[in-house]
């Protein structure tokens, strides 16, 4: 395929994130997809580059990039048949401590995540009950004196198993006695270090995927007021105010595995050879793949767009759902061409194409569904009454 030069942004750090990813090829993640099993060396080699503290600022050791960087490494990855799956949400849960923690808790945890000393990849607020209206969560922290005692579960908390940290969002006063719905929700760190054999148990969830997700149950956990990002009662501001970070970063991983794809079902298409002819010479053929690529191209520029507006400071809300909408639509649909061009061998596990399928089918419901992304613009863009 005649591609174009690359002259996207961030070129060196898309060179160098190439050059590591391609110390883990396709049978490492086979072999961890078989034992549904953590990508530890992997992780480990991104923490060492620097990569998960790309967006730290550099006074805490960080590298200070913008989130435009973190997209394209993540991208990347995914371009180069890997998985940031195992530890994407670090670049975007520290956000919350950095723009809403204290000083104190700033000094206390980003150096030692920028190192790779701790890790905080577990995002405590999805629960059995409320699924993504977080408002109704029932995950309760009490206050006692210099502590809070937390109770409650969480589901579909990814990573736990592998993380220090949490960022856990639970109800601080109860729903009846709040004016707003959004009200009375409060973020708190909890050192899952301590938390784990004191009241907290992890049950790991076995999916279509090796995605380490897991169910958290909370019996009296004490955690220490001073773990309190912000103010209390005010964690559902906090943590929407990353949600637009995580929708594009997300959107940039979707936009690599179209690459993925697309690269692949070309090359078979041109490699196969059936009634004497190479299968791509096939319009029944061609038409998904450069559909899937025609998509994939104009969610990478709204990807983008979202990116400079969310760097800039601007708000960019609309820009991230759509992005992150468009891109899980375009990976899929060059997931399904790759799968149909590949036809039998596309089930093979020795391809990568089913494993790639399974895994990129996660984005039309996760981190957000495509119909609350629909019902957001509706709402909030195009100013029709509320649907739900």
């Known amino acids: 395929m005649d591609q174009p030069a690359d002259t996207t942004a961030h070129a060196e750090i898309r060179d160098e994130v190439r050059k590591l990813c391609a110390r883990f090829p396709d049978e490492y993640w086979r072999r961890l997809d078989a034992a549904r099993a953590y990508p530890t060396e992997f992780v480990q080699a991104l923490t060492d580059a620097g990569y998960l503290a790309a967006l730290i600022p550099e006074e805490y050791g960080g590298a200070g990039l913008p989130l435009s960087a973190a997209a394209a490494i993540l991208e990347t990855i995914h ?13 975007y849960i520290m956000g919350t401590i950095l723009r809403h923690g204290s000083a104190e808790q700033k000094r206390e945890y980003l150096p030692k995540i920028a190192t790779g000393e701790l890790r905080l990849q577990a995002f405590g607020v999805t629960e059995p009950t409320s699924g993504t209206d977080t408002t109704a969560l029932r995950t309760f922290a009490r206050r006692e004196g210099d502590r809070y005692i937390v109770n409650g579960q969480k589901v ?3 990573r736990a ?14 729903r009846e006695e709040v004016k707003s719905r959004t009200q009375g929700l409060s973020t708190f760190i909890v050192d899952m270090r301590q938390a784990l054999g004191h009241g907290m148990t992890i049950r790991p969830i076995r999916t279509m ?10 019996d009296n956990v004490p955690v220490p007021a001073a773990n309190l990002i912000g103010e209390e009662g005010k964690g559902f501001r906090y943590i929407l105010d990353g949600m637009n970070a ?5 959107a940039a991983e979707c936009i690599g ?10 090359a078979y298409a041109n490699e196969r050879r059936v009634f004497n002819r190479p299968i791509g010479q096939n319009q029944g053929v061609q038409f998904p793949i450069a559909r899937a690529y025609a998509q994939h ?13 969310f760097d800039a400071g601007l708000p960019c809300g609309e820009e991230a759902n759509m992005a992150k909408m468009l891109a899980a639509d375009a990976s899929w649909a060059a997931a399904e061409a790759c799968i149909q061009t590949h036809g039998g061998f596309g089930f093979a596990e020795e391809y990568d194409v089913e494993r ?3 895994e990129a089918r996660l984005y039309q419901v996760a981190p957000i569904s495509t119909n609350l992304v629909l019902s957001y613009i509706a709402e909030h863009v195009l100013g029709l009454p509320r649907s739900y």
């Open 79 to 91: 371009a180069a048949g890997c998985n940031g799956a195992a530890c994407h949400a670090q670049m």
């Open 156 to 158: 579909w908390t990814s």
């Open 161 to 174: 198993e592998h993380s220090d940290l949490m960022l856990l969002l639970a109800r601080t006063t109860p």
């Open 209 to 218: 995927m090796n995605h380490n997700s897991t169910e958290i149950f909370f």
């Open 246 to 250: 995580e929708r594009l970063l997300i």
């Open 257 to 266: 595995d179209a690459k993925w794809f697309t690269a692949k079902s070309v």
């Open 297 to 309: 191209r104009a969610a990478e520029l709204l990807v983008a767009e979202g990116c400079r507006k």
């Open 356 to 358: 790639k399928f399974r």
